[in-house]
């Protein structure tokens, strides 16, 4: 069972491209999350989903947008990416979004954007 | 707003005993979980509690105050391998988790 996988690992990506990160899951877990990661700050949620076909907005939605077609991928996507998004992203999953359960966390993936 | 508070950095001497601190202002309190950070790592479940009191888990307790807003985790025995990053996140009114910045703890052989 490999869990949470992310792709890229790392990616070098010039200001104004488009970028989807990838997480997919195989815990059959309801819930999925994405945070980022920045030196000196706490992890920062970006979007969710407590379960397939439905997306929340986190604490630093603007720039990001997400999609939950089936219950294992949750693809993040930087529409027109900028140097402020430099970060480490992690995804993660719960069993369920409407309780207080653990999270489990993907690999991450490094992104800078120059 | 929201707000976790913990120490930035820490020093323990392998073998001895840490505690390592967090205080939180959250709108809502559904428990709080500690997680373990290695560098360049995910996070990994370390502990989870919503009542008073302490939860002891071999080398490793967490104590949740709910009225003071404050918790702890407490490592016993330190090893070399427990040199990380030591995160504090309370679940809030919506069940989301906030998170601290996090405690980095040196472990000195």
């Known amino acids: 069972i490999a869990g949470i996988t992310q792709a890229p690992t790392s990616q070098i990506l010039a200001a104004g491209r488009r970028m989807t990160l990838r997480c997919t899951q195989d815990?059959?877990?309801?819930?999925m999350y994405w945070y980022r990661q920045d030196l000196g700050l706490g992890l920062r949620l970006i979007h969710y989903?407590?379960?397939?076909?439905?997306?929340g907005k986190g604490e630093v939605p603007d720039g990001y947008s997400v999609s939950r077609a089936n219950t294992d991928d949750f693809p993040l996507t930087l529409a027109s990416a900028v140097p402020s998004q430099t970060s480490v992203y992690f995804c993660?999953?719960?069993?369920?979004?409407?309780?207080?359960?653990?999270?489990?966390f993907g690999p991450g993936t490094r992104l800078t954007v120059l | 707003g929201q707000n976790i508070d913990q120490p930035t950095e820490m020093t323990a001497t392998e073998g001895a005993i840490v505690q390592i601190n967090c205080t939180y202002q959250?709108?809502?309190?559904?428990?709080l979980f500690w997680y373990q950070q290695h560098a360049g790592e995910a996070p990994t479940f370390l502990s989870y509690?919503?009542l008073d009191g302490l939860e002891e888990k071999g080398r490793f307790s967490s104590f949740l105050s709910r009225s003071k807003g404050y918790s702890y985790l407490l490592l016993k025995e330190l090893q070399m391998k427990d040199s990380a990053s030591y995160l504090c996140?309370?679940?809030?009114?919506?069940?989301?988790?906030?998170w601290g910045a996090g405690t980095k703890l040196i472990i000195k052989p």
């Open positions: 996140a309370v679940s809030n009114s919506n069940y989301q988790l906030i």
């Open positions: 959250t709108s809502g309190f559904n428990g």
């Open positions: 815990m059959r877990h309801n819930a």
């Open positions: 509690n919503v």
């Open positions: 989903s407590n379960t397939a076909g439905t997306t």
């Open positions: 993660a999953s719960s069993a369920s979004g409407g309780a207080p359960d653990t999270q489990y």
